[in-house]
């Protein structure tokens, strides 16, 4: 996922061929190329974090190979954690380009959609031959497809979801991590059933579609909790971070689970968000619909 990243080019271009893809923002235009000079820290910074998250993405494919299932799991949620950074960066050191949009869609499609389901299929699915292999290629495709639509919705000016601050189905880093429930189970408690084949097949399967619903899931820009209790979220933040020291696989499954939990809060959310859209629109359409009543009367 591109993580609403800004594609402005480091060294912009005239308009024509060369220009590919979609245009950053509403009113961003291409420009006329700059000439000399080289590349600064400031501009490859963002794209290094991405490429590291990339390698850390398929690190945790090699881990898995090996059945080193904890460090193949430590391994892409580095990964999700350097995705959530390197379009903040980009931003911060105003360093976006079309070029680590590209990149970033790339990397979270391996490091998300591929790596997760290899992981899962040598984990458990191989067992299941037929519908465990179609149980990871239906999710590394619909990561895949979530990207695309992703980017393919950028130059649209109509964005429902977006614009009230909600996403559009779960994210890929989120989607592998909810994917992974059952090996944080079956991690944290050594029951064997969570690594049932057909349990992990129909889980992963259930979080690819989620993946490409038209579900509205919350953002951070739809989460704002009042100031009242802003010291207690603080110290919420801080608790959970020493719970991932102490309890990572425990935590991690108090975390997906409460994400689960806030899913029909975020749809709930969103339809309190149409309904009040539509209460707008409707008073602008009944003058119309009035005049027309009276041409229609007769005389």
Known sequence: MTNGRDYDEERPID????WLGPRAGEGDMPASRRLGGGLTLRAVLPNAITAAALCSGLTGIRFAIVGDWEKSLFAIIL???????????????????RFGAELDSLADSLSFGMAPALV???????????????????FAICCALRLARFNA??????????????????PAPVGAGLAFLPMYLWIA?????????????VWVAAIAFLMISNLATLSWASIRPRRSIRLEAIALAGLVFAAL??????????????????????????????????????PHAEPLSGESAAMRAPD
């Open 245 to 282: 020291l102490t309890e990572p696989w425990w935590t991690l499954v108090a975390i997906c689970v409460v994400y689960l939990a806030l899913m029909p809060l975020g749809i709930a959310k969103y339809a309190k968000v149409r309904r009040q859209r539509a209460a707008v629109v409707q």
């Open 120 to 138: 899962l299929f040598l984990w458990s699915l191989q067992d299941l031959p037929r519908f465990g292999w179609f149980a990871s290629l239906a």
């Open 15 to 18: 308009a024509g061929p060369a």
């Open 79 to 97: 990964a999700g954690v350097l995705d959530g950074i390197d379009g903040r960066i980009a931003r911060l050191l105003k360093a976006q380009s």
């Open 189 to 201: 408690s050594g029951e064997p059933v969570f690594r049932e084949p057909w349990l992990v097949a």
């Open 153 to 170: 919705r950028i130059d649209e000016d109509e964005q429902p979801h977006k614009s009230a601050g909600f996403l559009t189905g779960v």
